[in-house]
Every structure is written in structure tokens, then in C-alpha cells.
């Protein structure tokens, strides 16, 4: 599957505890997105990133969240001390040189908070 | 603030009508423009891209952009149960590195 592979498909974590959301970008494609998708909303940016650069973080919160895209293996956004707040669909998507272009989505990582 | 904006519906037609999704957006120097289709659970998938003023097809679906009024909008001819779905406006503004997406229209097709 040449798809972008998200993992795990579903995650439920209890308050204070941390997630970790892996995404690995289509063959080809260096360029990986992160967006959070409440119920009822539209998809909210969150982190731009490149092989070993954020580019653009702008839609992070500060506190708590963090993303990277190493050299080697899949881009990965960590929440610490996650809150029921947290709770939403985060979907990563990747192009090949920037938004130009579009977006190909994965599937998402379901967090759950309890 | 630069926004994109879509109306929520739910937008209700009937089988094998034309439906009509429209976006309006806020930056007068946006360049690229992007249909999503995104079903219930599921991720958002790219449908229609448009980059200059006017029309362009892609089977049933047709993508319509007209930059002096900041409106894009998506016909979809002889709608089907299937088309069912939230359909998502996505546009690259001007100063801004990533796509910045409407809130979707919930399309429901009725047979």
C-alpha cells in the first residue's frame, strides 16, 4: 500500500497519561501535515513539517504537544499529559512540494481521552 | 483574519439532480483551490483541483473558480446516493505555508 499509513487507527489513553500518533508519508512525498478534526468542525492545522525540519508550527498549542519528522522512520505527534480536550481525529497528509498541489490524507488516529 | 468559508447545510437533493456546493474566501491573492470529499469516519479524500478563473470537469464532477469575487464552488451532475458525504473546500492563502480548510457542506442525496 503506497497509501499515507497512519498508526494506530484507534488510541484511548487515560488523563495525564501521554499519545503518541505515527504517520508515514506516500513514497515519494517529504512533505507531512498535521491537522486535529473535532466533531462538528472543519480540519485545524497544526504542524508543517519536512525531513528533520518543522517548517511551520503555527497551529500547535505550546504546551504539551510536539511533533517530528526524523530522518529515518515515520513523522510522530506526541501529547503529554493528554486532557479530555484532547479527545478528536488527527489525520496526517503528505504531498510532494508543498500544498500546492493537495493533500493525500491517511486513515486518522482516533484519540480518546478517559 | 484569513478564513474560508462554507455553508454547513446539510444540502438536501434528489437522486439525479445537480448538486451545488459553494466557498467563498478571504485572501484576493490565494493561487490553488481543493475539493475534499470526506465521509462519515472516515479521512478526507482529494477530488477536484482548480487553479485559474473559470470551469473545469472531471467526469460528474465540475470545479468552478472566480478569483475577482473569492468563490469556488463544485457541481456534481446526476447526483447518487453515494455522493452522500461532507465535502470540504481547501485553499493555500497568500502568506500562509499550508491549506486552510472550510468547515464542509454535508450533502444528503435522497433516492
Known amino acids: 500500500n503506497a497509501g499515507v499509513m497512519q498508526n494506530p487507527r484507534h488510541l484511548v489513553r487515560r488523563r495525564g497519561q501521554e499519545a503518541r500518533l505515527r504517520c508515514s508519508p506516500m513514497k515519494g512525498h517529504s512533505h507531512v501535515y498535521w491537522y486535529r478534526q473535532l466533531p462538528e468542525e472543519g480540519l485545524k492545522f497544526m504542524v508543517y513539517?519536512?525531513?528533520?525540519?518543522?517548517?511551520?508550527e503555527s497551529g500547535m498549542p505550546k504546551e504539551r504537544f510536539s511533533a517530528e519528522f526524523p530522518k529515518e522512520g515515520p513523522s510522530i505527534l506526541r501529547i503529554q499529559q493528554v486532557v479530555r480536550g484532547d479527545s478528536a481525529a488527527y489525520f496526517c497528509?503528505?504531498?510532494?512540494?508543498?500544498?500546492?498541489?493537495?493533500?493525500?490524507f491517511g486513515s486518522g488516529t482516533r484519540l480518546t481521552v478517559v | 483574519q484569513k478564513e474560508v468559508e462554507q455553508n454547513s447545510g446539510p444540502l438536501s437533493v434528489p437522486e439525479g439532480a445537480i448538486a451545488s456546493l459553494n466557498c467563498t474566501y478571504s485572501d484576493r491573492g490565494s493561487q490553488s483551490f481543493f475539493w475534499y470529499r470526506q465521509y462519515s469516519g472516515k479521512s478526507p479524500e482529494l477530488i477536484m483541483s482548480i487553479y485559474s478563473n473559470g470551469d473545469k470537469e472531471d467526469g460528474r464532477f465540475t470545479a468552478q473558480l472566480n478569483k475577482a469575487s473569492q468563490y469556488v464552488s463544485l457541481l456534481i451532475r446526476d447526483s447518487q446516493p453515494s455522493d452522500s458525504a461532507t465535502y470540504l473546500c481547501?485553499?493555500?492563502?497568500?502568506?500562509?505555508?499550508?491549506?486552510?480548510f472550510g468547515k464542509g457542506t454535508m450533502l444528503l442525496v435522497s433516492p
Open positions: 513539517l519536512q525531513k528533520e525540519n518543522i517548517i511551520d
Open positions: 497528509a503528505s504531498s510532494p512540494d508543498g500544498p500546492n498541489y493537495g493533500y493525500t
Open positions: 481547501a485553499v493555500n492563502l497568500s502568506g500562509y505555508s499550508t491549506l486552510t
